[in-house]
Every structure is written in structure tokens, then in C-alpha cells.
């Protein structure tokens, strides 16, 4: 009886702090795009373990140690709001995605400017229906043996559960939100379940 108390009180204390650590993500990308006339920090690759030509050919990064969301935003917090406390891995490693590549959440960063293109510049401020940072892994993504294998056949990271039945992400205009279900997570983009 006592068991599942504690579990569900540790978890809880987990997704307390991991909504912290998305406040103070939020937080460090608004002081970031503050100093950078309202310009959202670059996008790094997170769940991709490789980038292929064409995605190094459009300005596409991955996501590492020693350059990342993490470098870009570390003027603006520490590296430990970056690692989510339920940061298990993926299906391929149980070592932390935090240690490998130094973010445990995916960040909604501007592409980098492709030569002879217009700049695909993203401000902050037109983010406010959208999310900022998320939990890398959504929890249904997980439930799919096969769509799970498939992502690591593309060079993604296999998706996971975290967070028990719940996924975090920090909104555009700062809270953070709770979703359990495909419907919730539509719902908070502002899509109806038949889109």
C-alpha cells in the first residue's frame, strides 16, 4: 500500500522539477532573443543520432557536448536545467540522453539561413500559441514496437517513456502544460482531433 504511494509522490517531485527546468529554459530563451533583437536561438537536431548530406546542406546541426542548445543558451542559466530528471536514455541506451548530447529537451530554435534563400528567422514573440522546449519523447510514441524500430532505422533515437503517462512542454508564452493524451497534445496547438 505504501509502495505505489511513494512512486507516485517520486514521480511527482520528478515532473516538478522537470517543469522547473522547462521555466528556466523559457526564461534563458527569452533573455537570449532579448539580446538578439527577439531572434530565437538556433536549431539543433536532438532525437537524430546523424545528420545526412541534405540536412547538413540546409544549415541543419546536431545537438553535442560542446555545441548545443545548451552552449547557445549557457550565458543565460546553468547546464543542469537542460537535463530532465527522468532522462533514462533511449531504446538503444539506457545512459542519459543529458550525457550524451547535453539537453534532455528539444527547443524550438530558427533554422539556420540557407544561401540564396529568404532568412527563416523565428522571433519569440510569435510563438504564443506554440511550444518553447519540450520533453524530448512523447509517452505514445513508445507504444509502437515497430514505428519505435523504424525511427532507429532513420538514425533516431527510440523513443521512450519518461515522465509516467505525461508530457511536459513550456509554452510561448511561458507555462508549462501537462499532456496525456495525442488529443490534449492537438488540443494545445490549437488542432481538432480530425486534423
Known amino acids: 500500500m505504501l509502495l505505489p504511494a511513494l512512486a507516485r509522490a517520486k514521480e511527482s517531485g520528478k515532473q516538478a522539477r522537470c517543469t522547473s527546468n522547462l521555466r528556466q ?71 542519459p540522453v543529458w550525457e550524451r548530447v547535453g539537453s534532455s529537451y528539444e527547443v524550438n530554435g530558427r533554422e539556420l539561413d540557407e544561401p540564396g534563400k529568404p532568412p527563416k528567422k523565428a522571433k519569440l514573440n510569435l510563438l504564443v500559441t506554440e511550444d518553447v522546449a519540450k520533453d524530448l519523447f512523447k509517452p505514445w510514441d513508445s507504444d509502437d514496437y515497430l514505428k519505435v524500430q523504424e525511427k532507429i532505422a532513420k538514425g533516431e533515437l527510440g523513443p521512450i517513456k519518461w515522465h509516467a503517462r505525461v508530457w511536459l512542454k513550456v509554452m510561448g508564452d511561458g507555462h508549462v502544460i501537462k499532456i496525456k493524451t495525442k488529443e490534449e497534445d492537438k488540443a494545445s496547438k490549437g488542432e481538432s482531433s480530425e486534423d
Do not use: H, W
Not at 548545443?68 to 543565460?76: F, R, S
Open 25 to 95: 529554459v523559457y526564461l534563458a530563451t527569452a533573455m537570449y532573443a532579448d539580446d538578439n533583437d527577439g531572434y530565437l536561438p538556433p536549431k539543433f537536431e536532438l532525437k537524430k543520432r546523424t545528420l545526412k548530406p541534405e540536412d547538413i546542406a540546409k544549415g541543419k546541426q546536431l545537438n553535442t557536448l560542446t555545441n548545443g542548445i545548451q552552449t547557445v543558451l549557457g550565458a543565460y542559466s546553468s547546464p543542469n536545467v537542460f537535463q530532465c530528471p527522468s532522462d533514462r536514455g533511449d531504446f538503444a541506451s539506457n545512459l
